[in-house]
Every structure is written in structure tokens, then in C-alpha cells.
């Protein structure tokens, strides 16, 4: 079964601090990943994504991402990081099983970053 | 939020009665969604469409059933509502192989 795991319910990281978001994944075949923020009473942003090619994906607000097949992991990374990061993070997973755009969603981790 | 609209955007229902909630996206976008958002669960699909008139159930598609006769609108209905379906709805959209972009979502409130 496909599946998407984020291991954290919340991080707490001081502003300024490097922070990692965890995420780990579960597929038959290659991975579709892609990362989402929500902020309070509003719909899930679109951060990045990783299809194919380099494993270090780049993307919205300066977050970036790691892919590593090995460890199937897909956690989401920023060096430096902001009050304003305090958010709800998603992982997920494209659905290989079917030709359609599927996701699977993770429980969602909670950022908190402290002044 | 990408070209995409929900209404109503709050709603507070009494048990058994019919609810139906519209998505409207202004960007043609083949493929609609609608997720549930729990605590504890993150987000949970209900059903999707892959185009008009063609739709398939998701993981949580029990008591919902949904239409799609314009590219643009995609509507989700419960029957009859029950205090389970007490949730925040979030309509999604999404090209071939692209990412999906969400709406701001429905707030629903079954007493």
C-alpha cells in the first residue's frame, strides 16, 4: 500500500535556526512528492515538488527539499528559519496505482518558530 | 488561491438534512477534487473527477456523492447530513501530472 508518514506532529525551532520537516514515503515505482503549507483558515499553498533529476528541490519562501531514494525520505529544509514559517506542513504523495493525478496526504506536521 | 472558489464558505446544518457544496475554478483544469480535513488525519479524498461527467469515489466517499457537468464546477452533496461529516471541505485542482492547487474551503457544521 502506498503510504506517506510525517513522524512529527510539531517541531519547535528558534528564529533564525535551520529547520527540517520530516517526511518519509512508501510507492511502487518512482516517486511524485510534493510539499503544501496552510496557514490558519485558509487552503493548502503549494511549496515544491520533486518528479525527477537533482535531489535538492528548491522552492517557495526559500524552503528546499531533499530527496533520497535510499531512505525514502522527502524532508523539507530551510537554513534560516522565520516567525512568519509558523504553519501546518504537508507531505504527500502522488498515487502510482492509477493514471490520475491522486494524492496521498500525511497527517501534517505543525511548525512553531519562536522569536 | 489559484482561480478556485467555494461557497458557501461557512455553514451550520441540522442532522438529515441535504447539504451540496460548489467548487468553481476559472482555470480549465482537467482534474477536481474534494478533500475533508480532520484533526489527526490530514486530509482525506472524498471523491474526483478526471473530467465532465466522469468521477470516482475516494478513500472516505461514504455518504457524499458528487456531479460534475461543467468543466468549471464540480459539486460535492451529503444526502443527509450526519455529526461525522462535521469537518472543513477543501475543493482542489490539478493538470496531468501537475501539482494541485486548492481552494480556501467550506467550513461545515452539522448539529
Known amino acids: 500500500a502506498q503510504s506517506v508518514a510525517q513522524p512529527e506532529d510539531q517541531v519547535n525551532v528558534a528564529e533564525g535556526n535551520p529547520l527540517t520537516v520530516k517526511c518519509t514515503y512508501s510507492?511502487?515505482?518512482?516517486?511524485?512528492l510534493f510539499w503544501y503549507v496552510q496557514y490558519p483558515n485558509r487552503g493548502l499553498q503549494f511549496l515544491l515538488k520533486?518528479?525527477?533529476?537533482?535531489?535538492l528541490v528548491k522552492g517557495s519562501y526559500g524552503f528546499e527539499a531533499e530527496f533520497n531514494k535510499s531512505q525514502t525520505s522527502f524532508h523539507l529544509k530551510k537554513p534560516s528559519a522565520l516567525v512568519s514559517d509558523s504553519a501546518l506542513y504537508f507531505c504527500?504523495?502522488?498515487?502510482?496505482?492509477?493514471?490520475?493525478?491522486?494524492?496521498?496526504f500525511g497527517t501534517g506536521t505543525r511548525l512553531q518558530v519562536f522569536p | 488561491d489559484a482561480g478556485i472558489t467555494q461557497s458557501p464558505r461557512h455553514k451550520v446544518t441540522e442532522t438529515g438534512t441535504p447539504v451540496t457544496l460548489r467548487c468553481h475554478q476559472t482555470?480549465?483544469?482537467?482534474?477536481m477534487y474534494w478533500y475533508r480535513q480532520d484533526p489527526g488525519h490530514g486530509l482525506r479524498l472524498i471523491h474526483y473527477s478526471y473530467g465532465v461527467k466522469d468521477t470516482d469515489k475516494g478513500e472516505v466517499s461514504d455518504g457524499y456523492s458528487v456531479s460534475r457537468s461543467k468543466t468549471e464546477d464540480f459539486l460535492l452533496t451529503l444526502e443527509s447530513a450526519t455529526s461525522s461529516q462535521t469537518s472543513v471541505y477543501f475543493c482542489?485542482?490539478?493538470?496531468?501530472?501537475?501539482?494541485?492547487?486548492f481552494g480556501p474551503g467550506t467550513r461545515l457544521t452539522v448539529t
Open positions: 504527500a504523495v502522488r498515487d502510482s496505482s492509477y493514471n490520475t493525478d491522486k494524492l496521498i
Open positions: 510507492v511502487s515505482g518512482n516517486p511524485y
Open positions: 482542489a485542482i490539478s493538470e496531468s501530472g501537475g501539482e494541485q492547487y
Open positions: 482555470e480549465n483544469h482537467r482534474y
Open positions: 520533486y518528479i525527477t533529476g537533482d535531489n
